[in-house]
């Protein structure tokens, strides 16, 4: 695979449990190229949520290697791995994660302030405009519908342009015609940019739409090969 942009080499991840610890990511090896689309199946409590904060560095691995465009995320320091979040990475999550208290605008400008990007509410409106909800910049996420509130997450995510876009069941509270329309802005902006996309769903007509899908059950990746499926 030419210029890979994720690299994942023997990943493995435990936690501590009431019962023992707990071996959630067991030996995972992934290479993911640039402006990929990689779907992420199998059943609840296989590891794919794990997996997914691991690649955020929002999760902490036990052993192995997780390097993303070139960097190696355990050599990070929490600042250095939060700067490279809001850098490189959009997240999406079933939940939209929106700050009651903020605007749509604000929370979509919030990553480029921190980041001291020139001019980021102009560039938090112009993300806006792209899920089309410029005309609803004003509004706070409790004033706005679901699927209204997931395109702000979008305009979010996407908003720093970053190389790799991690999207954890985005539509699992949405209905299906509202998440229907979120998934096809998500894909479009996928392709605008580029961008790298790791998708985890339960649907599998949603996942075959991404170039690979890989099944993962008990902490473990397999490729599915939809043709002989």
Do not use: Y
């Not at 700067?83 to 919030?110: C, D, K």
């Not at 706005?144 to 954890?168: K, N, T």
């Amino acid at each position: 695979m030419s210029d890979p942009i994720i690299k994942i080499n023997n990943l493995h991840l435990s936690l501590e449990g009431g019962a023992g610890r707990v071996n959630i990511l067991r030996g995972i090896d992934l290479t993911v190229a640039r402006s990929e689309t990689l779907s992420i199946v199998g059943p609840s409590g296989a590891g794919k949520t794990t997996l997914l904060m691991a690649l955020a560095g929002l999760e902490q691995i036990s052993a192995g290697e997780i390097t993303i465009a070139g960097t190696r995320l355990s050599g990070l320091s929490e600042d250095e791995l939060a700067r490279f979040r809001r850098e490189q990475i959009g997240i999406v999550f079933q939940s939209f994660h929106l700050i009651p208290t903020m605007t749509a605008l604000e929370n979509v400008a919030l990553p480029l302030e921190f980041s001291a990007v020139p001019d980021p509410r102009g560039r938090a409106l112009e993300a806006l405009a792209a899920t089309g909800l410029e005309q609803r910049a004003a509004h706070f996420p409790g004033q706005l519908s679901g699927g209204e509130q997931q395109r702000v997450a979008l305009a979010r995510a996407f908003v720093s342009r970053p190389a790799l876009i991690l999207a954890d069941e985005p539509t699992g509270n949405l209905d299906q015609e509202t998440g229907h329309k979120v998934m096809e802005l998500l894909f479009n902006l996928q392709q605008d940019q580029g961008t790298t996309l790791i998708l985890i769903t339960h649907d599998l007509n949603l996942a075959q739409r991404c170039q690979r899908t890989i099944r993962m059950a008990d902490g473990q990746l397999d490729h599915i090969d939809w043709a002989a499926a």
